[in-house]
Structures are given as structure tokens and as C-alpha cells.
């Protein structure tokens, strides 16, 4: 089963508009985290954000926010006044707790989504 | 500060042929990630080292691939006998600590191509 799904290949958003990029995943451990990377056409995977299973507060950063629900096992990426230079793939990653699935720290990544902002 | 970086960018070489590729980590961080991205997938974890061990290497496709970080720091991906379905970017990832909610932070990648 897959442990990350992104099930949006590519999204259009208009300059200035708000864009909410889905992310659901799979775990039984109690301790994990939830991370969101950019990666555009260069190539280097930029981090955005970090949610921790046990946050209370929805994480955010600067125009980043990531919309955690727990019950549901979601942690969409929300970006605010989208720009030109945000047309890139996103990347949702979780990590596991060392006693589940054998991570030691390693990212588990989706497919990624590629948004385009159209001016 | 530098951020990770990695050599050579690009790398072409021939079914058969061996390869190293290098990652060089921020100062300070002492766990280092590789990991290989596919076209139009996400990465996927190879290996992990805290140190100069490496703490998990369940990722490795088979034994043409090793890694080593003799001194905790610049660390080196060795492939044997290169095959065409090899050829993908490798990613380096460095963070400070090995605890969970640590940042990990990527270098460019090296882009392999075997012909």
C-alpha cells in the first residue's frame, strides 16, 4: 500500500489566488512527521514545512501553512498569494518512528504534484 | 552557509562501467541520506549513515551499490557494473541530528546516465 498519495498529477493556479496541494498517507505509529519539498525544474529539493504527529497547532511558514488533519490522515499543503516562481513539483514525505516499517529516518515520499501559476 | 553539495552534476558512463559519486554534507550535520529519484517519481531512499556508520542500508537495490563516510562527513556512492535501468538523479540529504522531526536538507543531485 502506498504510505504517501498525492493524487493530484498537476494543478493550474492564477498569480495572486490560493492554492491547496493534497497529501494523505498511511501509519500506524503514533510518532511520525509530515514534510512538504519544492522542487523546481533545477532540480534541488527545497524544504517548505514541517508537521509533527503530536503538534497541536497546523504548522506554517510565511505563505506555506499545512492543513493537518489527523483523523483523516491528511496534511495538505496550502499556499497563499501564489507566485510565478512557485510553478514547480511538490513533494508531501512523512517519517516513521524507528519500531515501524524499519525507518531509521528516512523520507517516504509521494509522486509529487506539479502546479503551474499562470499570470 | 554551503548548503550539500555534490559532484560531479552529470555523470554519462557505459553499461558495465563503475561510477562514485560524491556528497558533501553542511558542516556540522551528522546524519547524510541518499537517496535516487526516478523520472517523474519522487525519491526513494538508498541509504542512511549517522556518523561514519551507516545506520540503515535497506534501500539498496542489490549488491552493486555501497556507500561509505569514513570520516563523517563527505560520503561516497560506489556503483559496480552500471545497467541502463541504474541511470536516474541521486540525491544527497544531510541534517543536523538523526532525531525525527529533523530537517533534512538536499544538495542539487547527480545525474547519472548509463548508455
Do not use: K
Given at each position: 500500500a502506498q504510505k504517501i498519495t498525492q493524487t493530484q498529477p498537476g494543478m493550474f493556479v492564477q498569480e495572486k489566488e490560493a492554492v491547496t496541494l493534497d497529501c494523505t498517507y498511511d501509519t500506524s505509529d503514533p510518532s511520525y512527521g509530515l514534510f512538504w519539498y519544492k522542487q523546481p525544474s533545477s532540480g534541488e529539493m527545497i524544504f517548505l514545512i514541517y508537521q509533527g504527529s503530536y503538534d497541536q497547532q497546523n504548522a506554517t511558514e510565511g505563505r506555506y501553512s499545512l492543513n493537518f488533519q489527523k483523523a483523516r490522515k491528511s496534511a495538505n499543503l496550502v499556499i497563499s498569494a501564489s507566485q510565478l516562481g512557485d510553478s514547480a513539483m511538490y513533494f508531501c514525505a512523512m517519517r516513521e518512528g524507528r519500531?515501524?516499517?524499519?525507518?531509521?529516518g528516512n523520507l517516504i515520499f509521494g509522486k509529487g504534484t506539479k502546479l503551474s501559476v499562470k499570470p | 552557509g554551503a548548503g550539500v553539495s555534490q559532484t560531479p552534476s552529470n555523470k554519462v558512463t557505459e553499461k558495465g562501467k563503475y561510477v562514485e559519486l560524491r556528497c558533501d554534507p553542511i558542516s556540522g550535520h551528522t546524519a547524510l541520506y541518499w537517496y535516487r529519484q526516478s523520472l517523474g517519481q519522487g525519491p526513494e531512499f538508498l541509504i542512511y549513515f549517522q556518523g561514519t556508520g551507516a545506520?540503515?542500508?535497506?534501500?539498496?537495490?542489490?549488491?552493486?551499490f555501497f556507500a561509505v563516510r569514513p570520516e563523517g562527513s563527505v560520503s561516497t556512492l560506489k556503483i559496480q557494473r552500471t545497467e541502463r535501468g541504474d541511470s536516474a538523479v541521486y540525491l544527497c540529504a544531510s541534517s543536523l541530528t538523526f532525531v525525527d522531526s529533523d530537517t533534512q536538507y538536499f544538495g542539487p543531485g547527480t545525474r547519472l546516465t548509463v548508455l
Open positions: 519500531n515501524y516499517g524499519g525507518s531509521q | 545506520a540503515d542500508d535497506s534501500g539498496l537495490p542489490n549488491d552493486r
